[in-house]
């Protein structure tokens, strides 16, 4: 009976051990994100292939609209997929991610999750526009027109199968 306690015991300190070692990593994990990414900005996860992780990159003040509560938006875009590599966008000067948050959701079905994002232009405004990982690259998949005038925003609701 002391044998099985003491067994029991020792596998308890192990997964303690292990669980311990998963969340530091877990918060190493998420600060290089945030390290990299906006000041207020938040990484998306979501389970599945594709874009697993997702955030936005490059703090930069060139789009001085400032809807979020400041004039820092994103030069770019990060998705990490299944297998832990990293993809990036980087936008050309005339453009930044208006957002704080990327979503992830597979909107066509094939079992892999596409990156949706609010992208806005210096002279257009904000637009939609949906990123996947193809081959080795993320890739603009799909856009809407922007609004049609500079410091215009938009904002996703929700992203469901209604």
Do not use: C
Request: net charge neutral; no cysteine.
């Amino acid at each position: 009976m002391v044998k099985l306690a003491r067994r029991i015991l020792y596998a308890a300190s192990q997964l303690r051990e292990a669980a311990v070692s998963l969340a530091f990593l877990l918060l190493l994990t998420g600060t290089a994100a945030a390290q990299s990414g906006l000041p207020d900005g938040g990484v998306a996860r979501a389970p599945g292939a594709g874009a697993v992780t997702a955030w936005y990159g490059q703090p930069t003040t060139r789009y001085g609209h400032g809807v979020l509560g400041d004039a820092i938006e994103a030069g770019s875009l990060v998705a990490v997929d299944e297998a832990g590599r990293s993809h990036a966008v980087v936008l050309p000067e005339s453009q930044v991610f208006e957002d704080i948050t990327p979503r992830l959701a597979d909107l066509d079905g094939d079992g892999r999750n596409e990156v949706v994002t609010i992208r806005s232009t210096v002279s257009s405004g904000a637009s939609v526009a949906v990123y996947g990982i193809a081959g080795a690259r993320l890739t603009e998949l799909a856009s809407t027109r922007p609004i049609g005038r500079p410091n215009r925003w938009l904002s996703i609701a929700a992203i469901a199968d209604f």
